[in-house]
């Protein structure tokens, strides 16, 4: 089990970071599934890019891992409304078609399961 989680670690630190990355290289993307009644849309892309990246750096040091971990479970949640907004709106939209936005909702619930994983205190450490 410790390899595992070690490997699941690394990989959610990659996923995070990689889109974090992406909320500066390609904000567009990102600004077209902001629900509009949040205010300065491009400011909240930055920010939530700023936390995936930071928050995916932090959940490699052990110091900090759970930290991180619950960080990115709340950043999680507070994403969530973007991806309902996707669905909403309709996929054509978003070049996404409709069946994968139903199925990204409970894909979500599964990333925060994922991610409250490593909330949890290593047994072996």
């Given at each position: 089990m410790p390899r595992l989680k070690t490997i699941s670690r690394?990989?959610?630190?990659?996923l995070f970071i990689v889109a974090g990355i992406l909320h500066?290289?390609?904000p567009e993307v990102y600004l077209?599934?902001?629900?509009?009644y949040l205010p300065a849309p491009r400011l909240l892309v930055y920010l939530s890019g700023a936390a995936e990246t930071v928050l995916g750096l932090l959940l490699?040091?052990?110091?900090?891992?759970?930290l991180a971990a619950w960080g990115l479970v709340?950043?999680?949640?507070a994403v969530f409304p973007a991806n309902v907004y996707m669905l909403q709106s309709g996929g054509a939209e978003f070049g996404v078609p409709t069946w994968a936005l139903w199925v990204r909702l409970p894909l979500q619930l599964v990333l925060?399961?994922?991610?409250?994983?490593h909330t949890r205190p290593d047994k072996w450490a």
């Open positions: 690394y990989v959610l630190a990659l500066f290289l390609r077209r599934i902001m629900p509009p490699l040091p052990r110091p900090t891992r759970r709340a950043l999680l949640v925060i399961a994922w991610v409250w994983w």
